[in-house]
Nanobody, 115 residues
Framework: QVQLVESGGGLVQTGGSLRLSCAAS????????RGWYRQAPGKQRELVAI???????NYADSVKDRFTISRDNAKNTVYLQMDSLKPEDTAVYYC?????????WGQGTQVTVSS
């Protein structure tokens, strides 16, 4: 089992920045991909950014050049730096971790961008 705890969400104005954190504990040796998804009201959950164990990253087109995913292996923590935020970035952001067999989700953290 892997436990994921997110922090860092909140309310910000358009053009502002936030940094989300996701700390992992448990059987983290089984994890080879970590990332972030988001779900806006009335919409499906969508990929925001992922980072593989080798360091390769992938971003949704809507956040490229604005968001940056990174990790601190010593702290078992993944970060999502969000800059130039837009109202359409408003959503619940979920931390994600996956191994060969299982996938895990955090409880979600609300990000609200006011216009």
């Amino acid at each position: 089992q892997v436990q994921l705890v997110e922090s860092g969400g909140g309310l910000v104005q358009t053009g502002g920045s936030l940094r989300l954190s996701c700390a992992a504990s448990g059987s983290i040796f089984s994890i080879n991909v970590r990332g972030w998804y988001r779900q806006a009201p009335g919409k499906q959950r969508e990929l925001v950014a992922i980072i593989a164990s080798g360091g390769r990253t992938n971003y949704a087109d809507s956040v490229k050049d604005r968001f940056t995913i990174s990790r601190d292996n010593a702290k078992n923590t993944v970060y999502l730096q969000m800059d130039s935020l837009k109202p359409e970035d408003t959503a619940v952001y979920y931390c994600y971790a996956a191994g060969v067999t299982y996938a895990y989700w955090g409880q979600g953290t609300q990000v609200t961008v006011s216009s």
